[in-house]
């Protein structure tokens, strides 16, 4: 369980393809604190680490991650959002995550909002999704990139999010421009209300 408060850039160093698997090699500011079987979110993707060699850790991702997810589109080099399960004693200072993304969302527009940035996001939707819970309301909880946000201005398929500037240089956003490819968690909340309506009717 995660929170979708960022601690930190991890960086690929390596990526291996391994079958339909691909095993990604990173480094981070906390990989010494690290153990194998550790659940850690990369990109709001919750991965096992398994294995851990001085300054790198390795994860795998299997084909079910890379096709919900924007994990198979990194590069050596690229940055990815890094977030440690929740301590039990710990605040919940974003909202519940699982580190369970549902699909990706493409950038589509990037506003200035006098110091902030309004980024738009547009996902796939239909009616079977949406059942699912696979939507946005406004002022509701989104997860982009392993990142808790606030939605804003949402549509059937398309929602805002105002990004500060602490989030902007602390986060991957930084990177992100029209066009790129990002993660997307879900409300749990509402995915439960959506399931019990459709065992209702």
């Not at 950038?107 to 309004?118: F, K, L, P, V």
Request: hydrophobic letters at 40%.
């Amino acid at each position: 369980m995660f929170s979708g408060i960022i601690e930190a850039f991890a960086t690929v160093v390596a990526i291996e393809k391994d079958k339909e698997n691909v095993n990604l090699t990173l480094t981070c500011p906390f990989v010494s604190e690290l153990k194998i079987d550790q659940s850690v979110a990369h990109n709001g993707v919750c991965l096992t680490v398994v294995e851990i060699e001085g300054d790198n850790y390795v994860v795998t991702a299997m084909k079910e991650t890379l096709d919900r997810s924007n994990l198979g589109l990194l590069k050596v080099g690229d940055k990815v959002n890094v977030e440690r399960s929740m301590m039990i004693n710990g605040r919940l200072d974003g909202h519940i995550v699982q580190g369970h993304v549902d699909t990706t969302a493409t950038c589509i527009s990037m506003e200035d909002a006098q110091g902030s940035t309004y980024f738009t996001f547009r996902h796939e939707s239909s009616k079977e999704m949406v059942s699912r819970g696979y939507f946005t309301v406004d002022k509701g909880s989104v997860t982009v990139n392993g990142v808790s946000l606030t939605v804003c201005n949402p549509t059937e398929d398309t929602f805002q999010v105002a990004i500060i500037p602490y989030t902007m240089e602390h986060t991957n956003f930084c990177d992100i421009k029209v066009g790129t490819v990002v993660n997307l968690e879900f409300d749990i909340l509402g995915k439960y209300i959506a399931r019990m309506r459709s065992l209702e009717q």
